[in-house]
């Protein structure tokens, strides 16, 4: 696939000269350059290949390029390109269709958005119109979105220079490796997280209160699947005091932790689901808002003030309508959830070996190593440090996804075990290079 017109010097150039960037310093930017993609591998223009355990922004839960959804794209194409969001399309239909079926019972319909952000945002605003209030409670250790109500609803730093929505109060989440709440198990970590919600909603004033936001598993966060309970928790003090749950299921969902939705593993049923990304693994940009029955009636003699351009575009759901079908098909979600057990089991004799892992928690394929200095103080490895393994890691052809003093461990959901040994092995060798500089 090398492309002999142009190469990565020349990429990165042009680049640099005309594309402004996401959360960045434009002058201290250094992208990776890519031009290809295939499974879990990427190539850059020089022909150099990497093994993406990113997933990118934890979407590509197909891989790159699957062949299935690529020639649905293709076909979509050439029936029709784009339709008004107040049209019906039977494409639409089948999208919005399989989605529902593959919600909890109680849910009957999809609101489309662009992406995770503007679910959030229509999902917030769905429950502010039913409840007739104005609050939204979400975690401080989240993120949800960057637009105006869900980058203010997002409890990391990203919040801080964008707050210009109002009504939003933030909580702690569980986080028992880092407790705020003096925790010594997951049991009292649980018990205490939901007294300090319980604290934070009546001293807000409960009847204030539109929402509670929450990702079923904190993702970008580091990847903190709540203890046994909360959740169930969450859900009770939301129908003691008439509260809608939103799940933001946006990177959580579709196989990420070895279900369709992360919220099967805590039988709960939520008000409201967000979703993006895995949905059809960022193949056309897509997101949206899965509503269930007791909110979608309310609709139902009521206007819903609020829509996009590109709400339910067909080729965002030809690739929905095929992403699903394909990852039945190859039993892409059971896979991951067996890729679960060979990388938990990596990762944490990653973690016997080497004093830097503080932690390993996750699911499915979605994990993270948390790095420290010093395992008794648990001091996070410096930046330095992090950048190290990132180039360590990237030198070595493996993709690796960094976030704070974390490795995110992220790949598709149809990786293979060979790929994951393969992973495995680099992540080992960077660790012990690293250790050696960093270690207190
Ligand atoms: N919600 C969660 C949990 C996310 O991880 C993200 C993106 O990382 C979003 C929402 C926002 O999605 P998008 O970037 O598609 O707007």
């Given at each position: 696939t090398h492309d002999q017109k142009t190469n990565n010097a020349l990429v990165h150039q042009q680049d640099r000269e005309f594309v402004f960037h996401s959360w960045s310093v434009q002058g201290a930017l250094n992208p990776l350059v890519i031009q290809s993609g295939q499974g879990c591998v990427l190539w850059d223009y020089d022909g150099k290949e990497y093994l993406d355990f990113s997933s990118q922004l934890v979407n590509t839960n197909i891989g790159h390029q699957h062949p299935k959804v690529v020639a649905a794209i293709k076909a979509q194409a050439d029936e029709l390109t784009t339709i008004a969001p107040s049209t019906a399309n039977h494409m639409r239909n089948q999208a919005a269709q399989r989605i529902v079926a593959l919600a909890p019972a109680g849910f009957s319909k999809v609101f489309f958005t662009n992406a995770g952000a503007d679910a959030n945002e229509n999902a917030i605003r769905m429950a502010r119109l039913y409840t007739g209030r104005d609050k939204v409670l979400s975690s401080y250790r989240s993120y949800h979105g960057n637009t105006g109500a869900a980058i203010v609803a997002t409890?990391?730093?990203?919040?801080v220079p964008n707050?210009?929505?109002?009504g939003h109060v933030h909580f702690f989440s569980p986080y028992?490796?880092?407790s705020e709440f003096w925790a010594a198990d997951e049991a009292q970590e649980c018990a205490r997280a939901l007294h300090h919600l319980r604290r934070v909603i009546e001293s807000e004033g409960p009847d204030g209160i539109a929402a509670i936001l929450l990702e079923s598993v904190p993702g970008t966060a580091g990847i903190m699947v709540p203890p046994p309970g909360y959740m169930q928790g969450v859900r009770a003090l939301c129908d003691e005091f008439g509260i809608i749950m939103i799940m933001d299921?946006?990177?959580?969902?579709?196989?990420?932790?070895?279900?369709?939705?992360?919220l099967e593993h805590y039988d709960v049923v939520p008000d409201l689901i967000t979703f993006a990304?895995?949905?059809?693994?960022g193949y056309v940009p897509a997101g949206g808002v899965i509503i269930s029955t007791a909110l979608s009636d309310y609709f139902n003699d009521k206007m819903f003030p609020g829509g996009l351009t590109?709400?339910?575009h067909p080729l965002a759901m030809a690739s929905i309508v095929a992403t699903i079908d394909a990852m039945k098909e190859e039993g892409m979600v059971e896979h991951a959830a067996q890729m679960g057990e060979l990388l938990g089991a990596g990762l944490r004799a990653l973690a016997d070996k080497h004093a830097l892992i503080g932690e390993v928690r996750g699911m499915g394929v979605f994990w993270a190593l948390e790095l420290v200095a010093n395992r008794a103080s648990r001091a996070k490895l410096p930046a330095a440090a992090m950048n190290t393994i990132k180039a360590a890691c990237m030198a070595r052809g493996l993709l690796p996804f960094i976030a704070d003093n974390r490795i995110h461990v992220v790949?598709?959901?149809?990786?293979?075990a060979e790929e994951v040994a393969r992973a495995l092995a680099i992540y080992d060798d960077v660790l012990a290079k690293v250790a050696v500089e960093y270690t207190e």
């Open positions: 409890g990391d730093a990203r919040r707050e210009y929505a109002r028992l490796y880092r299921e946006v990177m959580s969902g579709f196989g990420r932790t070895g279900k369709w939705f992360a990304k895995g949905v059809n693994s590109y709400s339910g790949p598709p959901c149809n990786v293979s």
